[in-house]
Structures are given as structure tokens and as C-alpha cells.
């Protein structure tokens, strides 16, 4: 059993992860900035506020918090909260870690697929490979580099890199599924890199129990989808029609600004590295789907 902190654990992905991990018998405690329940603990990063309590004894940090990346058009400002609220906060955590003079077992952070930057390209993308040169390539850049200090503590550190996660509580799919979405955007032909919310809960838990499970991995299944062939499968598992047309490019380009770029770009990522030491539950997209929308 082990202790282990998560920030952002009230988001979607550290809801179910919280829940994963005490039925496999750890405890887990989550820094917010709102704190509700008795396990939570308060951090305020603009202040570089964080709650001491929420370190005693835990023995990994599972880093999660970071502002929505899709939730607002990226202006300035929203710019600077999406780096500040994964490369801040994960600096604040270094220095506390530091000062409190704690020996974690494991620092293990998420980061985004998007460290490869949004393109359309017929690569496919594996860890080795260098990252984009585009703001969201930055973002996982800085948030990689931050994770990474950790090692200077002789702290193992492991970072996701994550695809789309599949859950019907939120994310992308929530947004996929409203009339403008459910349909093909752009050429349709940009790849989306997916991972069931269960297989990516796993990946986390390997990270814990598995010592073996450090270094950087791909967070994303085996199969290949494109935006295209993604929106008519999932228009068939909700047996929504999609809309005859794909949504121009231009007019993404108009209401959402320079985030449509993640919309309308996305290169293949490789599992392989990842699928050496985890067996992917869901691997097709139907089923993927069929299960997430049974639940
Ligand atoms: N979902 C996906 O498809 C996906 C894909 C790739 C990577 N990821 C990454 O995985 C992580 C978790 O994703 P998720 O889907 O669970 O996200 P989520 O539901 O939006 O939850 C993220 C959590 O981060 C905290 N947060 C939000 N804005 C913040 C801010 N400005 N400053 C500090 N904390 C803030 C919130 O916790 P409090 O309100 O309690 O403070 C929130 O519950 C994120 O970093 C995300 O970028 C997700």
C-alpha cells in the first residue's frame, strides 16, 4: 500500500484514478485549489501557497492539475494560466519536496500527445522523437521539463503522454457529442490518438506499483484513427446521424481561434514502447466506445 498525493484529483481523470487506487488498497490524498472533502488539501500556486499537510508521508506525487486545454480561446492570458497551472504548480511541488527534505518513491506527471506538436503528418510519432515548435508542443515541453527535476532528488520520474481520453463524464467526447462535432472537421484526414479513461487509470497504477514503469511513455492505443473515420464510429455507437458535410476549417478558425489548431491537426503516436509493458484493455475504437457509453 502506499500514499500518494494527487493534484487535480477532483478533475476526470483523478476521480476514477482516486477510485482505482483505494480499491487496490492505497491511500490517496488531492491538493485543489477548492477543498471539499477531508482528504483534500489547499494550494494556491499564484501564491505559492500549499497546505503541508497534504505531504505527510506519501510516497508518490501523481500531477494531473493543469486549466482545460480546450475549455477557452487562447488568449494571453489563458495562455499563461495553461502553462503556469502544470509548470508552476509542479515547481511549487519541487521546491516543497525539497524543503520538507521527503524521499518520494515516484514523481509521475501527465503530459499531452501534443509535445509533438499539432500537425498532420503520415509519421508516427514515437517518444524519441523531437517535439513541435507550436504553443502546444510548449506547453508539454515546459510541463515535461518541470516534471523532470524531480531526478535531481533521485526521485524516478514517469510522464504520460496522453491521447484523447474516452469518457462519457467529460473531456472530448462530451464535446464531440452536440450537433456541430458530430461531424468530420476540416479534411477529416488529421489522426486522433486515443486511450480508454480505464486503460489510462492502469497506466497510472503500473506507475505506482510497477518500479520498473519509469521514463517517458505513450499514452495512447494501438489502433489508428483519423477524424473522419473516428466521428463516424462514434456517431454509430450513439446511432446519431453525422452531419453530410465536414465543418470548414476556416469557420473553426473563426469561433475558436488558435485552438482549433487541435482540432483540425493531429499526427499518429506510437504505443509500441508503452505496449511492451502493458497490455491495452480497449484497442478498438468500438468497443472503446460501446463501453464507455454502457456505464
Ligand atoms: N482528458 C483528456 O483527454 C486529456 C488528454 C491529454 C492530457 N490530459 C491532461 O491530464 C490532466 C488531467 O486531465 P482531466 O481531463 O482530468 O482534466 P480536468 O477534468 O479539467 O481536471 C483538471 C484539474 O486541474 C485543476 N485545475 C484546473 N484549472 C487549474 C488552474 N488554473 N490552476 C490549478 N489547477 C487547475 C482542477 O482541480 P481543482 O479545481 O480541484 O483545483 C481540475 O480538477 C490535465 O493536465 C490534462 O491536460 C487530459
Known amino acids: 500500500m502506499s500514499k500518494i498525493l494527487i493534484t487535480g484529483g477532483t478533475g476526470l481523470i483523478g476521480k476514477l484514478l ?3 487506487l483505494e480499491a487496490n488498497k492505497h491511500h490517496v490524498v488531492i491538493l485543489t485549489r477548492n477543498p471539499k472533502k477531508e482528504n483534500h488539501f489547499k494550494w494556491d500556486i499564484s501564491s505559492k501557497f500549499i ?7 506519501i510516497d508518490y506525487i501523481i500531477h494531473l492539475a493543469g486549466a482545460g486545454i ?3 480561446r487562447w488568449t494571453t492570458a489563458r495562455k499563461k494560466e495553461l502553462i503556469d497551472s502544470r509548470v508552476e504548480s509542479a515547481n511549487l511541488l519541487f521546491s516543497k519536496v525539497k524543503e520538507l527534505n521527503i524521499t518520494l518513491k515516484g514523481f509521475i506527471s501527465s503530459s499531452g500527445m501534443s509535445y509533438y506538436g499539432a500537425i498532420n503528418s503520415e509519421n ?44 462519457k463524464n467529460g473531456g472530448a467526447l462530451k464535446k464531440m457529442n452536440t450537433p456541430l462535432f458530430l461531424s468530420a472537421l476540416g479534411n477529416g484526414k488529421q489522426y486522433i490518438p ?51 458535410f465536414n465543418v470548414p476549417g476556416f469557420v473553426l478558425k473563426m469561433l475558436l481561434g488558435e485552438l482549433s489548431v487541435i482540432l483540425l491537426k493531429g499526427s499518429r503516436v506510437s504505443s509500441k514502447k508503452t505496449a511492451t509493458h502493458y497490455s491495452f484493455k480497449y484497442t478498438k475504437l468500438q468497443e472503446a466506445l460501446i463501453d464507455v457509453y454502457s456505464k
Open 18 to 20: 482516486q477510485q482505482k
Open 70 to 72: 480546450a475549455d477557452k
Open 51 to 57: 497546505d503541508d499537510k497534504a505531504f505527510q508521508n
Open 124 to 167: 508516427i510519432f514515437t517518444e524519441n522523437d523531437s517535439p513541435g515548435n507550436d504553443f502546444i508542443s510548449k506547453i508539454c515541453i515546459e510541463w515535461e521539463k518541470a516534471a523532470n527535476q524531480f531526478k535531481k532528488l533521485n526521485t524516478p520520474v514517469t510522464i504520460l503522454r496522453t491521447g484523447i481520453v474516452l469518457s
Open 194 to 244: 486515443w486511450i480508454h479513461i480505464d486503460d489510462l487509470c492502469n497506466l497510472y497504477i503500473k506507475a505506482v506499483e510497477d518500479v520498473t514503469f519509469t521514463g517517458i511513455f505513450n499514452a495512447v492505443t494501438t489502433e489508428h484513427q483519423t477524424n473522419t473515420s473516428f466521428t463516424k464510429i462514434l456517431g454509430s455507437v450513439l446511432k446519431k446521424p453525422i452531419t453530410p
